[in-house]
């Protein structure tokens, strides 16, 4: 579960990030990618990790009302899996279209 929940502010905190303060980035930046610690976090700052636990749970929440309102990254896992559905499509019913093949990795490309 752990593992899930720091996956999906990962993925929400990509979408997402411009529309944080700097200091809603820096925290969660530095307690989901880089895995540091609430006091580690606070003693950066010199602030209590009351303070920086406050502020991480704000951020989450801000970060799933923006996911609930504008769906970007529902509509990104969507896209992927139907691009992924179409490659297993192409590559096992049309292995020699170079053509198919071709457009179907720009498709893969615009995803990234």
Do not use: C, W
């Amino acid at each position: 579960m752990a593992i899930e929940k720091t996956n999906r502010i990962n993925a929400l905190f990509e979408f997402y990030e411009p529309l944080l303060t700097s200091k809603q980035m820096e925290y969660l930046a530095l307690y989901y990618r880089d895995d540091y610690s609430l006091g580690e976090i606070a003693e950066n700052y010199q602030i209590s990790r009351q303070a920086v636990y406050d502020n991480i749970r704000r951020t989450e929440t801000i970060l799933e009302s923006y996911e609930k309102k504008l769906h970007l990254l529902q509509n990104f896992q969507e896209q992927s899996q139907r691009t992924d559905e179409l490659q297993s499509y192409v590559q096992k019913n049309y292995p020699d279209d170079k053509v198919l093949s071709r457009l179907v990795e720009q498709l893969e490309e615009l995803e990234e």
